[in-house]
């Protein structure tokens, strides 16, 4: 079962040409698991609504997390 985070950032400045969230992320204010894509959906439409997401201060991401379904190895 896939589960999914909502993670309400800072946006940072831009540090050269790259951002490159493995060797630097970005400072996390909010994080939220969600059970559902339509549920984290609905979390992150409600951090869209605030003021400094609305800004360009702060940024929403929602993320898959836990196990994806594996190719079917046997049909080759």
Partial sequence: ??????VLTD??????IWRNERTSPE?????VGASSREAADRI??????L??????????K???VGRRPRA?????
Avoid: K, S, Y
Wanted: glycine content about 10%; overall charge positive; cysteine-free.
């Fill in 27 to 31: 400072r996390r204010r909010q994080v």
């Fill in 1 to 6: 079962m896939t589960r999914f985070l909502v």
């Fill in 72 to 76: 079917a190895e046997h049909l080759n």
């Fill in 11 to 16: 946006v940072r400045p831009l540090d050269g």
């Fill in 62 to 64: 929602v993320i898959a």
């Fill in 44 to 49: 992150a439409g409600a951090f869209m609504a």
């Fill in 51 to 60: 003021g400094m997401v609305r800004a360009g201060r702060q940024r929403v």
